[in-house]
């Protein structure tokens, strides 16, 4: 348990936020690609998906590894995830949260499988209740949060389709 701590501490540092956006997502896509869906890197730590999603202003689609927070539904299989606008604490929100703003309707890659799905962005006491959860299961979101003057975005997407 020690070094899921120390990952926690280290992800906490400015230092790791204006490193890791430019190493962590292009390690998780090649590893990605390199098993064909089945392993994301950071996913060793946290659940991840690969989102894709069509571009805001550019209309091309983009695919981006992220961490997620997986919500249970019936039998207990993921149905619902949480993804979070976190940008590594950096303080513009990250390109992915305005693409699901202008096209919510999205695929994502969960343990290898292609789910469609589809995004809300969460605001008010849905968005409050589920930042607590958040924050208990990865507490370096608060840490990203105070370094910000932006509310981080969080979003609910949901699979559209049975897979």
């Excluded at 983009?62 to 979070?84: F, H, V, Y």
Aim: proline share 6%; with cysteine; hydrophobic share 40%.
């Amino acid at each position: 348990m020690i070094g899921v701590r120390v990952v926690q501490k280290v992800s906490s540092t400015r230092g790791f936020a204006k490193v890791a956006p430019h190493v962590i997502p292009a390690l998780d896509r090649a590893v990605h690609r390199l098993t064909r869906g089945r392993v994301l890197l950071s996913a060793q730590m946290l659940p991840g998906v690969i989102l894709t999603v069509t571009g805001a202003r550019s209309g091309r689609v983009r695919r981006t590894p992220l961490a997620c927070m997986p919500e249970e539904g019936a039998e207990g299989k993921a149905r619902t995830w949480i993804l979070i606008g976190s940008n590594f604490g950096r303080t513009g929100h990250p390109a992915w949260t305005a693409n699901l703003l202008a096209h919510p309707d999205a695929e994502i890659s969960w343990k290898g499988t292609d789910i469609p799905v589809t995004a809300r962005l969460l605001e008010g006491e849905e968005r409050a209740e589920v930042w607590k959860k958040l924050l208990v299961f990865w507490p370096p979101y608060a840490t990203y949060q105070k370094r910000v003057d932006r509310e981080i975005r969080v979003f609910r997407i949901v699979g559209t389709s049975e897979s």
